[in-house]
């Protein structure tokens, strides 16, 4: 398993915390930036590890931002991604047992590091249940077309 992590200036201490959660498990990771707090666009961020979920160069991705609410919505503007924001554990396995989300967003403004380092866990570890769900989750590409 490989991971793609991004953050703006307003999740850039969550994903540092994020980061040393991966790292202490050993799962490979390539941090898209941002690399301060210094201001940046997170849309941006967002559109580069949506990306590289997408062309399948890494399995999952993470983003976060203040809220995580605005690299959802750009990250699932690019074809292929599922972008969930979860900010609990139920939330966080249901997105991948239901809808087989390849991303995960997260807001260091809303949650503190344990309980996000606890959702990470969560989601890299829930499967996707497949069955009835594979048929949902084909209908939401069908909607890309
Ligand atoms: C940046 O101030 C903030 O707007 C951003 O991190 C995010 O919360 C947007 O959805």
Known sequence: MSIAIGSDHGGYKLKEAVIRFLAEKNIPYH???TYSTDSVDYPDIARDVAQA???NS???GIIICGTGIGVSIA???IKGI????CHDVFSA???REHNNANVLCLGERV???GLAQLIVDTWLRTEFSGGRHERRVCKIAMLEE
């Open 82 to 85: 599922r972008a969930a924001l």
């Open 31 to 33: 941090d898209f930036g």
């Open 53 to 55: 979920v997408a062309n």
């Open 58 to 60: 890494y399995e999952k």
């Open 111 to 113: 949650i503190g590091i």
């Open 93 to 95: 396995a249901m997105a």
């Open 75 to 77: 990250a699932n503007k």
